[in-house]
């Protein structure tokens, strides 16, 4: 069926076609075991293929846990949970700490912390407040809040990221496997220096089919039986499994052999900034008066803003005492310490309360401490923490093949720029909405060198699609980022991009081998049929040696098996 259909593509010489050749070939001059196995083979091989790749996608399926999208709308005195699909605008829906904001809307009671790095990859959570507008996608941190729909689901940012992604996925085209590729070079040399072999012979015998021409006919049909592709068909789905078994093993899900492939020759590779090379996690950029930070540390221990844990986590001795707390919400906090009266949190409530900011501070990476008596400031900068091997990942990365380095992040230009220097990627791209992420893909896509896109966000999947491989960062990426990308990292060990790399070209290597060793040989057989130096014994040594050449092929294949990684500790 598939060769029927490749057929009606004008794909007709492909390793079916081989395959049924190579059949018809051992029938006719009555090698039926050889034509067996032609089969035999390369239905096993087939079965291989799928089973690596499905196993693979099977342990990707394990890892999708969607935050469930819910709307709990208010009716009344009531609360209805339905699907965002189901909710009209105007509907006031209240969203909890922790979830998911399902539709676009702006919110009417209570203010929040929301991180919105799946929807633009900004590492910083952001503070809305009542009377702002809130995106669908991003997610609530801190307070229960009540928001007005603006706008139907469908509309709403999240569908759109999720539309992006659907027609992405339908101009991806699935590329040739690497056998079909060399078939449709293989399978008409085959057949046309088979019908030379006959028909020269038959020319010198003078056409004359009982003295000469059958001899020659049956030489032209041991080519055919001698090309037999059993090594071939059998050998390189093995290589496959085995590479995209070993893989798994180093917790790198491969979704198929043709993303195997690609990942080996692709020397273009962009990364997503946060979740990606930065953990996330917000740490203390510079080190400040331990006095303080301990009056900072103690006000925050009351708080439950992510910025606070930056502060309270680089902070080990004793906390003071915190009387009069007092939450402003959207802003930061308040309290009194031995009688004095301090805030931290945002330029705007310093500014409310009589501080003076100093002039270069940027207010997205810097919490401030005000003491109330004294009206001195004290800054506290905020980053998100680079993983601690990125630049070791993309040192070894470029050690692999790597020739062109990149960030693709929707955060700021500083903040993705001291990045990109600290882990010595080559280039970097800023202040990105996810359709300009995936436009400048597809401007970097060279139809040569397949490009490849790391990333973990809701944001990334259009972007992880239009790539010819998208690697994944499975235990924190998003849902969508998992199913739109070719090869999920199980425990997001930047790393194990480059140990992917070293793999995947380690598995070509042994596919090729594989290729060469058979093609060598039977080009020596057909040789020795042609000379008739092996007399009446030719086509049983040449069966026998094809045979040989499968075993030394499929052994050769199973290297893959005791693949050792170099990169992942």
Same mark, same amino acid.
Request: charged content about 25%.
């Given at each position: 069926?598939?060769?029927?259909?490749?057929?009606?593509?004008?794909?007709?010489?492909?390793?079916?076609?081989?395959?049924?050749?190579?059949?018809?070939?051992?029938?006719?001059?009555?090698?039926?075991?050889?034509?067996?196995?032609?089969?035999?083979?390369?239905?096993?091989?087939?079965?291989?293929?799928?089973?690596?790749?499905?196993?693979?996608?099977?342990?990707?399926?394990?890892?999708?846990?969607?935050?469930?999208?819910?709307?709990?709308?208010?009716?009344?005195?009531?609360?209805?949970?339905?699907?965002?699909?189901?909710?009209?605008?105007?509907?006031?829906?209240?969203?909890?700490?922790?979830?998911?904001?399902?539709?676009?809307?702006?919110?009417?009671?209570?203010?929040?912390?929301?991180?919105?790095?799946?929807?633009?990859?900004?590492?910083?959570?952001?503070?809305?407040?009542?009377?702002?507008?809130?995106?669908?996608?991003?997610?609530?941190?801190?307070?229960?809040?009540?928001?007005?729909?603006?706008?139907?689901?469908?509309?709403?940012?999240?569908?759109?990221?999720?539309?992006?992604?659907?027609?992405?996925?339908?101009?991806?085209?699935?590329?040739?496997?690497?056998?079909?590729?060399?078939?449709?070079?293989?399978?008409?040399?085959?057949? &046309?220096?088979?019908?030379?072999?006959?028909?020269?012979?038959?020319?010198?015998?003078?056409?004359?089919?009982?003295?000469?021409?059958?001899?020659?006919?049956?030489?032209?049909?041991?080519?055919?039986?001698?090309?037999?592709?059993?090594?071939? &068909?059998?050998?390189?789905?093995?290589?496959?499994?085995?590479?995209?078994?070993?893989?798994?093993?180093?917790?790198?899900?491969?979704?198929?052999?043709?993303?195997?492939?690609?990942?080996?020759?692709? =020397?273009?590779?962009?990364?997503?900034?946060?979740?990606?090379?930065?953990?996330?996690?917000?740490?203390?950029?510079? =080190?400040?008066?331990?006095?303080?930070?301990?009056?900072?540390?103690?006000? =925050?221990?009351?708080?439950?803003?992510?910025?606070?844990?930056?502060?309270?986590?680089?902070?080990?001795?004793?906390?003071?005492?915190?009387?009069?707390?007092?939450?402003?919400?959207?802003?930061?906090?308040?309290?009194?310490?031995?009688?004095?009266?301090?805030?931290?949190?945002?330029?705007?409530?310093?500014?409310?309360?009589?501080?003076?900011?100093?002039?270069?501070?940027?207010?997205?990476?810097?919490?401030?401490?005000?003491?109330?008596?004294?009206?001195?400031?004290?800054?506290?900068?905020?980053?998100?923490?680079?993983?601690?091997?990125?630049?070791?990942?993309?040192?070894?990365?470029?050690?692999?093949?790597?020739? =062109?380095?990149?960030?693709?992040?929707?955060?700021?230009?500083?903040?993705?720029?001291?990045?990109?220097?600290?882990?010595?990627?080559?280039?970097?791209?800023?202040?990105?909405?996810?359709?300009?992420?995936?436009?400048?893909?597809?401007?970097?896509?060279?139809?040569?060198?397949?490009?490849?896109?790391?990333?973990?966000?809701?944001?990334?999947?259009?972007?992880?699609?239009?790539?010819?491989?998208?690697?994944?960062?499975?235990?924190?990426?998003?849902?969508?980022?998992?199913?739109?990308?070719?090869? &999920?990292?199980?425990?997001?060990?930047?790393?194990?991009?480059?140990?992917?790399?070293?793999?995947?070209?380690?598995?070509?290597?042994?596919?090729?081998?594989?290729?060469?060793?058979?093609?060598?040989?039977?080009? &020596?057989?057909?040789?020795?049929?042609?000379?008739?130096?092996?007399?009446?014994?030719?086509?049983?040594?040449?069966?026998?040696?094809?045979?040989?050449?499968?075993?030394?092929?499929?052994?050769?294949?199973?290297?893959?098996?005791?693949?050792?990684?170099?990169?992942?500790?």
């Amino acid at each position: 069926l598939s060769c029927i259909e490749e057929i009606k593509e004008k794909e007709f010489f492909n390793e079916f076609l081989l395959m049924i050749v190579a059949t018809i070939g051992a029938y006719l001059i009555c090698e039926y075991p050889e034509a067996l196995f032609v089969l035999l083979f390369s239905i096993i091989g087939e079965l291989l293929e799928d089973y690596a790749t499905s196993k693979s996608k099977q342990s990707i399926k394990k890892l999708i846990n969607n935050m469930p999208l819910i709307a709990h709308v208010i009716q009344g005195e009531e609360i209805v949970d339905k699907d965002p699909s189901q909710v009209k605008i105007g509907d006031i829906i209240e969203i909890k700490p922790g979830e998911k904001v399902p539709l676009d809307g702006v919110i009417l009671k209570g203010s929040s912390s929301f991180d919105l790095s799946s929807l633009n990859g900004e590492s910083l959570p952001k503070d809305f407040k009542e009377g702002d507008t809130l995106f669908s996608g991003s997610i609530n941190l801190t307070s229960l809040i009540q928001m007005e729909v603006k706008k139907e689901y469908e509309n709403s940012t999240l569908s759109k990221i999720m539309n992006l992604v659907e027609e992405e996925q339908s101009k991806k085209a699935k590329s040739e496997k690497m056998i079909t590729r060399f078939a449709s070079i293989y399978t008409p040399s085959v057949m &046309v220096l088979s019908f030379l072999v006959f028909f020269i012979g038959f020319a010198v015998s003078s056409f004359d089919f009982a003295n000469g021409g059958k001899e020659w006919l049956y030489r032209a049909l041991s080519i055919l039986l001698i090309s037999c592709p059993c090594s071939l &068909v059998i050998a390189v789905p093995i290589a496959f499994f085995a590479g995209i078994g070993t893989a798994s093993k180093q917790g790198i899900l491969i979704k198929g052999s043709i993303s195997l492939e690609n990942l080996a020759k692709s =020397e273009t590779f962009f990364f997503d900034k946060t979740g990606t090379l930065t953990e996330g996690k917000f740490v203390l950029a510079q =080190e400040v008066d331990n006095q303080k930070h301990q009056i900072a540390a103690s006000l =925050e221990s009351k708080s439950t803003h992510p910025l606070a844990r930056a502060i309270n986590d680089s902070y080990h001795g004793e906390l003071l005492l915190v009387d009069e707390f007092e939450d402003h919400a959207g802003k930061g906090i308040s309290g009194t310490i031995d009688g004095k009266k301090y805030f931290i949190g945002s330029k705007g409530l310093i500014e409310e309360n009589g501080g003076a900011v100093p002039i270069n501070t940027s207010s997205a990476k810097a919490l401030y401490l005000l003491d109330d008596t004294s009206k001195e400031v004290t800054v506290f900068y905020v980053r998100d923490k680079v993983k601690d091997n990125a630049s070791d990942a993309i040192l070894n990365l470029k050690k692999e093949g790597a020739k =062109e380095t990149g960030i693709i992040s929707g955060d700021e230009k500083d903040i993705a720029e001291e990045v990109r220097a600290e882990v010595g990627i080559d280039m970097c791209y800023s202040n990105l909405l996810p359709e300009e992420k995936l436009q400048i893909i597809k401007e970097k896509k060279d139809d040569k060198k397949p490009l490849t896109y790391v990333g973990d966000g809701i944001n990334d999947s259009p972007s992880l699609l239009a790539a010819d491989v998208g690697v994944s960062m499975g235990a924190l990426g998003s849902d969508a980022a998992i199913e739109a990308s070719d090869i &999920v990292l199980l425990d997001d060990n930047i790393e194990k991009v480059a140990e992917a790399k070293r793999l995947s070209k380690k598995t070509m290597r042994v596919v090729k081998q594989g290729i060469f060793l058979s093609i060598f040989w039977k080009a &020596v057989m057909m040789a020795f049929v042609l000379s008739g130096i092996l007399g009446p014994y030719s086509m049983l040594v040449a069966s026998i040696s094809d045979t040989g050449v499968m075993v030394l092929c499929i052994l050769n294949a199973l290297t893959m098996m005791k693949y050792h990684p170099q990169y992942l500790r």
